[in-house]
């Protein structure tokens, strides 16, 4: 370029770093800045008039004769040319019918806003006239947004009508106000207290609040566009709100979104971005410069469920208003106070200029400008602009490769019924917003949730005994070369049943069982419950600490063992030692019928406690989870249409009778005249061993952690010939998240004979289970996390946020569960289970939820 035509080399703002940055970082695609405004006129339009205009508009504003460089330099500059030609184009489409001259002009107007622009070339603007009758005329400019922002607009367009009316004479024009001045003012502002301000606003964020985080890296396309205009009604009761807390509209519409985005992500502390005008009042004739002043900023929204909806909007605009000196820092350098990264994939922009037709009449009065319409959008995920006027105006970009049309409405809505809330009733507390319409507040409490269910009534023992009748000779339990019927097992319990009863054991009371994995631990299991007590599982396993710890805290009325495994109880508690000689033979003269109510201490009810599982203790000391019969009964009895449970099933002992799987893996067989195989512990801790008892066994039930699966999987592919002959129909997981990717060789390698996989989330507080996922290949092969299903048909689960409300499907919260299998609390700890076993404010009187503490999301 030849020095002789450059008339100045300027700085850029900072938002046109940003928006060269953009245009450099993909010089092929879609630029997302070129932006449009189209006129109508009406009347008759001199084309070379317009055309000569445009040149003198393009001649007195030197900052819209500009390129842009960047190559060798350390900061980028905007190159000055004294004379650039206009890009001018006329189209005629006036001999076609009105509905392809529409159609036409339409697609010629699209094709324009898509063809790039090269910065480096100026100018950065097109100027296109199609003909569409005689004395009608469409108008299309065209331009980079790197050189003016919609505040400029309505001088732009006021100058270029004056320049047409005047036909080349004098139009009356003001001198112009060089955007250079506003340059040479952002140099001289203090950027160090603005980095100070700006990192104090921002210190302690959590991260980033991205809503559509998968598209980061992406080539951004042109948007789609929703838009909403509210009521006469709800513009005004925003505007009284508006004013009684003494904020903006503006600052009311990103309160919205604020709490929108909160909502969205489960956090209390989001940020977005938002545009500011940047036009200091301080600098003379700033009002009709044209230029790039806007910025992007982030606003930073601290939630708390307790504060009113004024006292959010008050604290929002004080918190705002400070920053304000400082909206001259570039949006790199304010995010570089956070830690360098990216903040936000959101923004809102208040239009404080709408485009009105009525305002911008041509000077010349044959000639009327019937129509305008503008087009502009941003690289960002969701962009909400709020357009005042009579009715207020909501319109929200969206990335087509995020979201649809639909889920752009869907957030439109929200930020509407967001709106409603706040106006309607601006004393309540932030906490008690909801997004959900009545339809997903339906769906969420009432069709993902049908739990209208009758729980079966029973016990145990007495579901147990049933069975034994009908089936007296079917193998019951294989523990190694033992094999026990039904009536042998039966028989077995009963004996230990009646010894317990005559020790003074019965409900309301626990005896521990520290056992070997073995037939005499399931014996003793049924005969506890027959006795009318709970068990307390004591695996000898275990850390003795921790074992000492569940003993003295549980205070167990006996504790039954084996000589073998005495030591690992050491407390002071009477013991029934199975396999001493006295205790063999005081066995033999007990008797070996069912026991009645009339022989236990008190009645056996369903209520009573059947099991007391201690948790891990993870988050504190273990705490004793207290499950009555009831709750493990519907839990079977409601799973059962899943898995169609019967006498031809075989079932694995796997895990620690003290884990609470093996509850799930005892009764599935149990109660249904299945058969139990008792997996020794050395075996459990070998896949290939276990891959081989499988096989010879026929287990068609196979309960799995999933980090004990993947080792299955390994030890199956590892031994070829076993692979098709296990018999397996079912293979449940849970315990752990699954990792879906991990079993796609499974299926590859059982294509033909492959069980059906199945997930079962579930926490010892709810009885094993809590909800059911049948998995397929596709589901593993679409990566979707750890899918875990819906709820089991009597418990119901819902997705809450902090101040217990319900999130949207899609949005992380956390799980509660309510319904049937809820245990009754801790045991000794009534602060602990009234803190996690709460009132559920979505059920009848007492009816209470756990909270489990997990973050889940719905699907769709």
Not at 362 to 369: D, I, N, V
Not at 833 to 854: K, N, Q
């Amino acid at each position: 370029m030849k020095k002789s035509r450059i008339e100045d080399v300027l700085p850029l703002s900072p938002l046109q770093e940003g928006f060269l940055f953009h245009a450099l970082v993909d010089e092929e695609g879609t630029d997302v800045y070129t932006a449009q405004l189209t006129f109508d006129f009406e009347g008759p339009l001199d084309a070379g008039a317009l055309k000569a205009a445009g040149e003198r508009l393009l001649a007195r504003h030197a900052n819209l004769r500009v390129g842009f460089r960047h190559d060798g330099l350390k900061r980028p500059v905007q190159v000055v040319l004294r004379e650039v030609p206009l890009p001018w184009t006329e189209v005629d489409l006036s001999g076609r019918d009105e509905a392809g001259r529409e159609r036409e002009a339409t697609r010629i107007a699209d094709e324009e806003r898509a063809r790039r622009f090269s910065l480096r070339r100026p100018p950065l603007l097109r100027f296109l006239l199609i003909r569409l009758a005689e004395n009608r005329h469409r108008f299309v400019l065209t331009n980079h947004h790197i050189l003016w922002d919609g505040w400029s607009m309505p001088v732009l367009v006021d100058e270029l009508l004056k320049l047409y009316a005047a036909q080349g004479g004098d139009a009356a024009l003001p001198k112009v106000t060089p955007y250079r001045n506003y340059l040479a003012w952002l140099t001289a502002q203090d950027r160090d207290a603005a980095r100070a301000a700006w990192a104090s606003a921002l210190a302690g964020l959590e991260g980033p609040t991205l809503i559509a985080p998968q598209v980061a890296d992406r080539a951004p396309e042109l948007p789609g566009h929703v838009s909403v205009e509210l009521t006469d009604e709800l513009t005004a009761r925003t505007a009284r709100l508006a004013r009684t807390c003494s904020a903006t509209m503006n600052t009311l519409v990103q309160a919205a979104w604020g709490v929108l985005l909160s909502r969205m992500t489960g956090r209390d502390d989001v940020v977005f971005g938002a545009t500011v005008s940047g036009r200091p009042p301080e600098l003379p004739g700033v009002e009709r410069m044209v230029g790039l002043f806007i910025n992007t900023l982030p606003v930073r929204i601290r939630l708390r469920n307790d504060e009113t909806v004024s006292g959010l909007l008050s604290r929002l605009q004080a918190e705002q208003t400070e920053l304000m000196e400082h909206h001259h820092l570039g949006l790199a350098e304010v995010q570089q106070q956070a830690g360098g990264r990216d903040l936000f994939d959101t923004t809102t922009v208040f239009e404080s200029y709408p485009l009105d037709a009525e305002a911008w009449r041509s000077p010349a009065e044959e000639l009327k400008l019937t129509a305008v319409d503008g087009v502009d959008a941003t690289h960002y995920s969701l962009t909400l602009a709020a357009v005042p006027g009579p009715r207020l105006t909501l319109r929200l970009g969206y990335r087509r490769d995020a979201f649809t049309e639909a889920e752009a409405r869907q957030y439109l809505d929200r930020v509407v019924r967001l709106l409603e809330a706040m106006t309607d009733r601006p004393e309540r507390p932030v906490g008690t917003l909801s997004l959900l319409s009545p339809d997903e507040r339906h769906r969420l409490l009432v069709e993902w949730n049908d739990t209208a269910r009758t729980v079966p009534e029973g016990t145990l023992p007495g579901l147990f005994e049933a069975r034994a009748a009908q089936t007296p000779e079917a193998v019951a339990v294989v523990s190694g070369a033992t094999r026990l019927t039904y009536a042998e097992l039966n028989t077995r319990a009963n004996r230990l049943a009646h010894l317990l009863i005559d020790e003074g054991v019965g409900p309301e009371q626990f005896v521990a069982l520290a056992l070997p994995r073995s037939a005499d631990l399931v014996v003793a299991v049924l005969a506890v419950l027959k006795a009318g007590a709970a068990y307390l599982p004591i695996d000898p396993n275990y850390p003795a600490e921790r074992l000492a710890y569940m003993v003295g805290d549980a205070r167990p009325a006996r504790v039954v063992t084996t000589a073998g495994t005495a030591s690992a109880v050491t407390a002071d508690v009477p013991r029934i030692v199975l396999d001493d000689h006295a205790v063999v033979e005081r066995l033999a003269g007990c008797p070996a019928g069912d026991p009645t109510d009339r022989q236990r201490r008190q009645p056996l009810d369903p209520a009573h406690p059947a099991y007391m599982i201690y948790t891990s203790g993870s988050t504190g000391r273990p705490k004793g989870v207290v499950v009555p019969h009831r709750n493990v009964i519907r839990l079977m009895t409601e799973t059962e249409h899943w898995f169609g449970f019967g006498s031809e099933d075989v079932w694995t002992l796997f895990h620690s009778y003290a884990f609470d799987f093996s509850v799930w893996e005892l009764w599935g067989p149990l109660l249904y005249g299945g058969r139990l195989v008792v997996v020794p512990y050395a075996v459990s801790r070998s896949p290939q061993e276990f891959l081989n008892l499988l096989v010879q066994e026929r287990v068609t039930v196979l309960n799995q952690t999933p980090s004990a699966f993947y080792q299955l999987m390994q030890a199956d592919q590892e031994a070829p010939e076993t692979g098709t002959r296990l018999a397996l129909k079912y293979v449940i997981f849970g315990g752990e998240a699954l990792d879906l990717r991990r079993l796609d060789d499974w299926y590859a390698r059982h294509a033909d004979d492959a069980p059906t996989l199945v997930n079962m989330y579930g926490i010892t507080e709810t009885t094993v289970h809590v909800t059911y996922m049948a998995l397929d290949r596709e589901s593993v092969r679409r990566d979707q996390g750890s899918l875990i299903g819906t709820g089991i048909p009597d418990l119901k689960a819902y997705v809450l946020d902090g101040a217990l409300g319900l999130v949207s499907s899609g949005v992380v919260g956390e799980l509660y569960v309510a319904g049937a299998g809820l245990a009754r609390g801790y045991w000794g700890r009534p602060g602990l289970t009234s803190e996690r076993f709460v009132a559920c404010p979505f059920g009848g009187a007492g009816e209470r939820m756990y909270r489990t503490g997990d973050l889940v999301r719905w699907n769709r």
